[in-house]
């Protein structure tokens, strides 16, 4: 390529060269300029780092694809499977970690590994998924009393309640992550109603979401829904007559697989 969009590729470069080396910012009235890596929250940062992180993992993510494994990468995040042995595996990240001084991966090997926010295990050859918790984290979510728009406070609980559907392999699973989203949204001041609401009007919908991360399990489907339609039925009788949503504000992984990240 000579242009991209009618602008030489020289002109891209000296323009990104830029945006990389005239990072400044004042600090105790001193100007200070960056010498290394990018702005946090550029976003011209952010795509420079995929397309250097996409150069380096080309050979790891063929290697894995002739062994026909499960590679994926967020960011500077990655998941992968594995039937080699676990002194071929160390081998094989080394050597990744020789690419570049700036790249140094941390690695977590075993049946059982987070990625991002889903905890994937290795059950007896069965990969099963489930919501993710770090130890530390506090069950902190947008308090209910703070000043955001209704529709914020929906979003919120509705994703968390469908990222329990789409990650929990089993029906048990299921079942205490709803029941840990309840106390954490309980916790932040979330009407026990408003969390009751997002609950039935999602499971109305949850057919399309069975089909995301359940998939795995067909009983698993076939127990939710029927669960999910009992708590429906069970939730219009409750609410019988009541067209209104309630006020949104009053007082939110061998000789199986392994895995590395």
């Known amino acids: 390529y000579q ?14 060269l830029i945006v990389i080396k005239e990072n400044v910012f004042v600090y105790e009235k001193k100007f200070y300029r960056q010498v290394i890596g990018g702005a946090m929250g550029s976003a011209f940062t952010l795509t420079l780092a995929n397309i250097f992180m996409w150069k380096w993992e080309k050979q790891l993510v063929h290697r ?13 995040d990655i998941f992968f499977t594995s039937n080699d042995s676990l002194e071929s595996i160390d081998q094989m990240l080394d050597e990744a970690n020789n690419f570049h001084p700036n790249i140094k991966l941390v690695r977590q090997i075993g049946r059982s590994v987070p990625f991002l926010d889903v905890l994937i295990q290795n059950r007896k050859g069965t990969l099963t998924t ?12 947008v308090p209910f009393g703070s000043d955001h728009p209704g529709h914020v406070f929906r979003n919120t609980v509705d994703t968390a309640i469908a990222r329990a559907v789409c990650y929990s392999t089993t029906l048990s699973e299921f079942e205490e992550e709803i029941r840990q989203i309840k106390l954490m949204f309980l916790y ?32 698993l489907k ?15 009788s409750d609410q019988e007559g009541q067209t209104q949503r309630p006020p949104d504000k009053q007082a939110a992984n061998i000789q199986s697989k392994q895995r590395s990240h």
């Open 130 to 141: 489930s919501v993710y918790h770090k130890e530390a984290a506090e069950p902190y979510v």
């Open 222 to 236: 076939q127990e939710l829904s029927a669960r999910m339609i009992k708590h429906i039925q069970s939730a219009g």
């Open 3 to 16: 242009k991209v969009q009618n602008i030489p590729i020289d002109i891209i470069r000296k323009l990104a």
């Open 188 to 219: 932040n001041g979330y009407p026990s109603r408003h969390i009751h609401w997002g609950l039935t009007t999602l499971f109305k919908v949850i057919d399309t979401a069975l089909m995301v991360g359940t998939y795995l399990n067909q009983n």
């Open 64 to 76: 894995l694809k002739v062994s026909n494994e499960i590679y994926g990468r967020y960011v500077d």
